[in-house]
């Protein structure tokens, strides 16, 4: 156990729909990453924050956005889904902003129908 | 981040060590050597890093050439649980983790 925590599990959704995945980082972690896992990209980062504020981003797309809370938990957006959205999402923590030694949560396993 | 190269599969017995090579002939001076392992469709597991020395810890040993090119993570007695894709990445103080393709390791009984 890692001690970040995911939800929902799994989300089953459809087309055009837009949903909300919530991360809780490990305790005193201040920085949360957020990665996407699909069969053919393999695991993609998308976005980091520390403390609050928007620290580095990857191949995050247009339709996804992600906020870091006061009490650090975390939200990653994802709307307009498409078929092509499905996949895991992982969330990560670590307890600076240089992305040193990160532990990941169980995921998120997004199914867009 | 320097790219790493790992072959794509390996077998290991049940209580054998596991050695899991992985070159990383362009890094440079600050880069670390980071091992992660997924087993099936959980989260990545950090397993240890590494800069110039030799390193330790409850679950490995990470093994680092003097010329820093290539290293080998040392599971040293498998069990049927470390069945998994592990993932060797290079990268400098405040850089991304980038996941290759990694090794998958099947430990057989």
């Given at each position: ?28 972690d ?64 670590s ?19 | ?22 070159n ?72 991304k ?13």
């Open positions: 156990d890692s001690g970040v925590t995911q939800t929902p599990k799994h989300l089953i959704t459809a087309t055009g729909q837009r949903v909300t995945l919530r991360c809780s980082p490990r305790s005193g201040l920085s949360v990453y957020w990665y996407q896992q699909s069969l053919d990209q393999g695991l993609q980062f998308l976005i980091q924050y520390y403390n609050g504020e928007e620290r580095a981003k990857g191949n995050i797309l247009e339709r996804f956005s992600a906020q870091q809370f006061p009490d650090l938990h975390s939200e990653l957006n994802l709307s307009s889904l498409e078929l092509g959205d499905s996949a895991l999402y992982f969330c990560a923590s307890e600076g902003p240089y992305q040193e030694t990160q532990y990941f949560g169980p995921g998120t396993r997004l199914l867009v129908l | 981040d320097a790219k790493t190269t790992q072959p794509p599969s390996m077998d290991c017995a049940e209580g054998r060590a596991a050695n899991l090579p992985c990383h002939s362009t890094i440079s001076g600050n880069e670390y050597v980071y091992w992660y392992r997924q087993i099936h469709s959980q989260g990545p597991q950090y397993i240890i890093h590494g800069l110039k020395n030799n390193e330790t810890n409850e679950m490995a040993s990470l093994i680092i050439t003097e010329d820093r090119k290539s290293s080998t993570l040392i599971l040293p007695h498998a069990t049927l649980r470390d069945t998994a894709v592990y993932y060797c990445i290079v990268r400098g103080a405040g850089g983790l980038i996941f290759g393709q990694g090794t998958e390791l099947s430990v057989k009984p």
